[in-house]
């Protein structure tokens, strides 16, 4: 039998995990001399109660969702792709060269265009440390940091050297074309009479990554590709008994890990910044970790998960802005939950097993 | 009387549901060896680990030489004079002898000096119980039978009184086993006492002076071994009279399905398993493969399955199969007409975390029948789970519960099923009933001999002769990549595969007068 | 380029080697138990805060670093009950701890000196003075000549330039570094704690059978690991530099990794390697000495990137094979 019903698995104990996360960083709070019930009142405040704080928010999600599901995907063929970070800045390289060097009649075939290659340099970018993985056997974990620290030097080197426009101070690409710009939540929902998520960054591809939370739980659960995922991801030895080849699971599964990172760069590069700039990415990679740790690798998980990170980026945000919080608190509970629910997993989930253990005996 | 070297006193012990030692009483004799033996899973591990500070007992009481202690680790287990020679060797592969045998037991917080008094004492050892070992060897390169000295030394530099090997022979030759076997006597004679774990009627018979019987967690006698007979301690092992021959017709062997000629393989380490043999299957037969563990036979079925390279010619139904790259895998396999039910169902037969009607179609998730469109049909293929395991009986009879969570005898059968519907035209089946209950071991039995009766040729690989040879219409047999000869069951004994299996291929002296041996050796 | 170039070049890259080098080891001990640690770098940063936090408070560089090893000992014992006591993920562990640091060190500074995330200066005693061995070319030999140093160490011969420049006129810390080579080496091949620990990371059944306890090695090996790091950050905070600032560290824990690699998990490769991939990081300082050597221009970016890339070239197998620890990242449970 297995130890305890399934909602325990996937509701209680991701909760459980983010209570403690959410004390030790109020532990942090008052630490620092602050109040945590103020904090998190600013919070709510500057995230959830205007259209603007939630057109922030939605933009955060927006990357979390996408680099969420790369980690998730890799997760599911037992792969760590901690290379998130290095995938969605090359994509953005992709994004910039479409945006930059193909005159768009219209956004609509722009985000194609640009998802298509930010999709593609993301999946490039992850297929090397892949190739390695399987077939020469480099732990992907070291290959992958690796690739996001040479990822950050190629693209310093690619916006100072080769894209700045001349004269310019600033390490970043032109202005991308209008015909580039994607429609934001302040143009699409914006009244007449009252205009909606002023000024915030949200845009369109929000749509794109709810739309990637579907697809992925499409491929994961319904298709024969993620059934080969998920089987050689809980045994290599059973995979190749069943004709799975470890070397064609491992190099699809990152390529498709490596594409959806690739993919926040629409988010980032073409709808917020529309150039390419030097950290577009902001460590949106790593937090896909903590997304996909907390969403149980599952995408309804990670789309919760990601919105839930985005609130804290944008209450971060107004934090830093309104009080002596700077933003790296958001690190550090970002750390906690990672730690809580990825690394500390059997810490919570022991107790609650036998608990649960325990409550079946009194009942039988 | 003496004191006993060790007494267990109402030994009790319980992994969540499942008791696997109940009330356990033994007490063993200073210098005698004592054997211990059940079918795989009744419990006879647990004990010892208990006995070696692996696990806790949740109740019972432990006495060494009349003393009672208690044995909460290892350490204490060494302390109190117990050494164990586990089934999977514990030694640090790329260490030497010499460090294999020191560490846990230094002398000094310095190397050197604990190096120096080792190398003495193993000298010392060697002299005296004739264990030679290279002492600067390391193990990696050592044979297996060379590794369990290493284990034996071990224990006997800790000063262990009393020895216990859980399963020694699993891995050895029959060769490799007499030696061991000499090497546990002069033990004896030296006053050591020593526990043997094994499930092998005959080493119990010759080599034990008193033996237990361990059944489904219970001790269900302990005999002196000379008062006993192996028909006696089978029917005490499975709790009643063991079927040894499966109702079957004689073969009507039809056109070659398989053929194999000159097949080599090489594994991962750049090892020669499997050495150049030749056979065929033909429809109608089951051509038993025998053999101790490790003689080629496992790397013969990956190859044959699609999951290891080979080279050599393999045809099947007249068509050449290829042996590596793209065409050779499992899937390709299967397309060729090859079913199989592999050796290991946890680690290759079946995903332990998905569900049962998952694991129906596993290896066969890409055919069109299981698809809609792009997506898998998986309402279809839960309904087809559910008519297999019904056809199958295999319990509980729930397709969402996941495979872990099903008992082995109904894992395999889920395997089974899954194979066998696919109307195969060859089926290889490795060691088909290993761990599996006695009523599931009579069904998986009838299902492969149904298979042959429809005119399908069945490869057969199992390291159990008893299984050999009562399903086999042929009996080839593995030794070091070779196969040593082929024999008609009606006409051989296990003393003469014995020695085939043991790399002896004269056997003229052995065959007549066979068969009341092959009941004696049970 | 001329002679003293070289020196000097070589001299900075044991200055940038040596962190480099304590977290390399530290790594070394953790990985050899079976401990995979890719929170290096956290652990350095948030010694490196606490080093030049505690540095500033008692202006005393010894102190700093005191402060700086308990507070990365905090993170290895977190690391530790993660990956050793509830069986964790090990490398999940690791990323949680840099964050961890990364977040905390900027939130405790901003807390407590309101300088956006970094510390004051340190001055005098709150930093490591260089050592002046006998008979070199030092600051006080300048000031008694009454001459600028540079002159001095300029106008010496080439044994005393090296001396002086090269061997002479480092933090302690550096000299520790060596020490700390070399006492790796022989705790790790001479004693009998060394022969445990490299076991336990082949093997943990075979140290847990042998009655000896597989958790307190490990925890024994993330502790040292603890105190490596520690160090590493206080060199970087009270002695390299002059007090913390935000991520100083920039990546060098992930360097530092990528040398244990290099160096196959062995010591004294350790030391090579790490000197080697510092003297990348000299190089970075002065892309006129490349220019003047090769010719040509070289991208300072691309440089920067280049010990990554050699550990993906090594990693790959192209040149040697890097094979870890065989219990590496695997948390231990028992079994029969």
């Known amino acids: 039998m297995d130890k305890m019903p399934k909602w325990a698995d996937i509701v209680l104990i991701p909760v459980i995990s983010l209570l403690l996360a959410a004390f030790f960083s109020s532990l942090v709070i008052l630490a620092i001399g602050e109040s945590p019930v103020e904090a998190f009142k600013l919070m709510v405040d500057g995230a959830l109660m205007r259209s603007a704080g939630w057109g922030y928010t939605l933009y955060y999600a927006t990357n979390f969702m996408f680099t969420g599901l790369a980690v998730a995907v890799a997760f599911h063929a037992r792969l760590f792709n901690i290379g998130g970070e290095g ?66 030097a190629l693209l310093n080197y690619v916006l100072v050297e080769l894209l700045r426009p001349v004269g310019a101070m600033d390490p970043a690409s032109a202005k991308f074309p209008a015909g580039t710009h994607l429609p934001t939540f302040q143009d699409m929902f914006s009244t007449e009479s009252s205009k909606m998520f002023r000024g915030a960054p949200a845009n369109v591809t929000f749509f794109l990554a709810l739309a990637a939370c579907v697809f992925v739980w499409l491929l994961i659960w319904r298709t024969r590709l993620g059934y080969e995922i998920r089987a050689f991801g809980q045994s290599e030895t059973a995979a190749k008994y069943a004709g799975i080849s470890p070397v064609r699971i491992t190099v699809i599964a990152m390529l498709i890990s490596g594409a959806l990172a690739g993919m926040m760069a629409v988010n980032t590069t073409m709808g917020e910044s529309e150039r390419l700039i030097l950290n577009a990415t902001e460590g949106a990679g790593f937090i896909g970790i903590a997304v996909a740790l907390m969403g149980r690798n599952h995408p309804l998980g990670v789309c919760v998960a990601a919105i839930l990170f985005g609130f804290l980026y944008q209450g971060g945000a107004e934090l830093a802005l309104w009080t002596n919080i700077p933003r790296e608190l958001i690190v550090v509970i970002q750390a906690l939950v990672i730690l809580f629910t990825g690394a500390l997993d059997n810490m919570v989930r022991e107790p609650i097993e036998k608990l649960f253990i325990a409550m079946r005996r009194r009942n039988a | 009387m003496t004191a006993p070297a060790i007494e267990l006193k ?12 109940k009330d356990i009483s033994i007490s063993v004799q200073p210098g005698t060896i004592h054997g211990i033996i059940g079918e795989n899973g009744a419990g ?39 050494g164990m020679v586990f089934q999977h060797f514990k030694l640090v592969e790329n260490f030497t002898v010499l460090e294999n045998i020191i560490l846990g037991a230094e002398d000094g917080a310095m190397l050197t000096t604990s190096l120096g008094k080792a190398r003495k004492e193993l000298k010392h050892l060697a002299d005296e119980y004739g264990l030679n070992v290279d002492p600067d060897a390391v193990i990696e390169n050592l044979s297996v039978g ?7 030394l071990k224990a006997l530099y800790r000063k262990a009184e009393i020895l216990i090997l859980d399963e020694p022979t699993g891995v050895l030759t029959p060769a490799e086993a007499d030696q061991l076997f000499r090497i546990l006597d002069r033990l004896r004679e030296e006053g050591k006492t020593i526990i043997l774990i094994t499930h092998k009627l005959r080493e119990i018979m010759d080599t034990t002076d008193t033996v237990s019987v361990m059944r489904r967690g219970e001790m269900t006698a302990t005999v002196k071994t000379s008062e006993t007979s192996p028909e006696e301690l089978a029917e005490l092992m499975v709790g009643r009279k063991v079927l040894l021959r499966v109702d079957k017709v004689p073969a009507t062997p039809g056109k070659t399905v398989l053929d194999v000629k000159g097949l080599r393989v090489v594994d991962e380490k750049g090892v020669e398993r499997v050495k150049g043999i030749d056979l065929t299957v033909r429809a109608g037969e089951i051509l038993g493969i025998a053999g101790v563990a490790g003689n080629g036979q496992s790397e013969l079925l990956e190859v044959l399955g699609g999951f290891a390279d080979g080279t050599g010619v393999i045809t099947m139904n007249g068509t050449e199969i290829p042996l590596t790259g793209q065409g050779a895998d499992g899937r390709a396999r299967r397309d060729a007409g090859i079913s199989h039910v592999p050796e290991d169902r946890q680690r290759e037969g079946l995903i332990m975390e998905y569900s049962a009607w998952e694991n129906t179609v596993f290896g066969y998730h890409r055919d069109k029948d299981h698809q809609s469109g792009i997506l898998m049909d998986n309402a279809g293929i839960q309904a087809e789970a559910q008519e297999k395991m019904d056809r199958f009986d295999v319990r509980p009879p729930n397709p969402k519960l996941a495979a872990k969570n099903f008992s082995g005898g109904n894992q395999q059968k889920i395997v089974l099923a899954r194979e066998i519907e696919r109307n195969p035209d060859l089926l290889l089946i490795g060691q088909p009933t290993r761990g599996v209950d006695i009523g599931a071991i009579e069904f998986i039995h009838q299902q492969v001999v149904n298979l042959r009766d429809q ?68 | 380029m001329e002679f003293l170039d070289i020196v000097q070049l070589l001299d900075t890259s044991i200055r940038l080697g040596t962190p480099l080098l304590f977290a390399c080891l530290a790594g070394l001990f953790s990985e050899r138990s079976g401990v995979v640690d890719i929170g290096l770098e956290g652990k350095m940063l948030i010694a490196a805060f606490f080093s030049a936090a505690a540095a500033f408070y008692t202006g005393n560089a010894w102190l700093g670093l005191l402060a700086g090893i308990a507070a990365s000992m905090v993170l290895a014992v977190i690391h530790g009950l993660a990956s050793i006591t509830f069986r964790g993920n090990q490398l999940i562990s690791g990323v949680a701890i840099n964050f961890l640091a990364a977040g905390m060190t900027v939130l405790v500074a901003q807390s407590w000196f309101k300088q956006g995330g970094r510390t004051p200066p340190l001055t005098g005693n709150g930093r490591f003075g260089n050592v002046e061995l006998p008979f070199a070319i030092g600051p006080t030999e300048a ?112 360097i530092a990794l990528a040398a244990l690699i290099f160096a196959k998990w062995r010591p004294v490769y350790a030391m090579w390697a790490c000197l080697l991939f510092g003297f990348f990081q000299a190089l970075e300082t002065r892309p006129d000495l490349i220019e003047a050597v090769i010719g040509m221009k070289v991208q300072i970016q691309l440089l920067g990137a280049l010990p990554y890339i050699l550990t993906v070239v090594i990693l790959a197998g192209f040149i040697g094979k890097a094979i870890p620890p065989k219990a590496s990242a695997e948390p231990y449970i028992k079994e029969r």
């Open chain 1, 87 to 152: 995938q969605a800045m090359i994509a953005g390289l992709g994004v910039a060269l479409v945006c930059l060097y193909i005159p768009w009649p219209h956004w609509s075939l722009a985000i194609l265009g640009a998802s298509v290659g930010a999709a593609l340099f993301g999946a490039l970018w992850a297929l090397i440390p892949a190739y390695l993985q399987a077939r020469r056997g480099s732990h992907i974990v070291i290959t992958t940091i690796m690739f996001n620290f040479i990822a950050a």
């Open chain 2, 10 to 21: 109402g030994i009790s012990k319980a992994f969540g549901p499942v008791q696997a030692n």
């Open chain 2, 44 to 82: 006879k591990s647990t004990l010892m680990s208990i006995l070696y500070g692996f696990y806790k007992a949740d109740a019972g009481e432990i006495f060494i030489k009349g003393q009672k202690t208690q044995i909460p680790d290892s350490q204490h287990a060494i302390k109190a004079g117990i």
């Open chain 2, 146 to 152: 060379h590794q369990q000295r290493v284990e034996i």
């Open chain 2, 455 to 522: 005119g399908k040729a069945i490869l057969l690989v199992s390291v159990e002769l008893d299984e050999i040879m009562s399903l086999s219409d042929r009996i080839a047999v593995m030794f070091d990549g070779h196969i040593m000869g082929e024999r008609d069951p009606a006409q051989t004994n296990e003393r003469e595969l014995g020695l085939l299996m043991a790399g002896i291929t004269d056997t003229s002296a052995v065959t007549n007068g066979a068969s009341e041996e092959a009941l004696n050796d049970g």
């Open chain 3, 143 to 254: 000031e008694a000549a009454g001459r600028p140093l540079s002159q001095m160490i300029g106008e010496a011969g080439p044994i005393q330039q090296l001396y002086s420049e090269l061997i002479s006129g480092h933090s302690i810390l550096v000299y520790l570094g060596v020490l700390a080579v070399v006492a790796t080496w022989w705790i790790l091949f001479r004693t009998r704690f060394g022969l445990r620990l490299r076991a336990v990371g082949e093997n943990p059944a075979a140290v847990d059978t042998a009655g000896v306890s597989v958790i307190q090695l490990r925890y024994a090996a993330v502790l040292i690991c603890g105190v490596l790091c520690g160090l590493a950050g206080a060199y970087m905070a009270t002695s390299l530099q002059a007090g913390f600032v935000k991520d100083m560290t920039a990546g060098r824990g992930f």
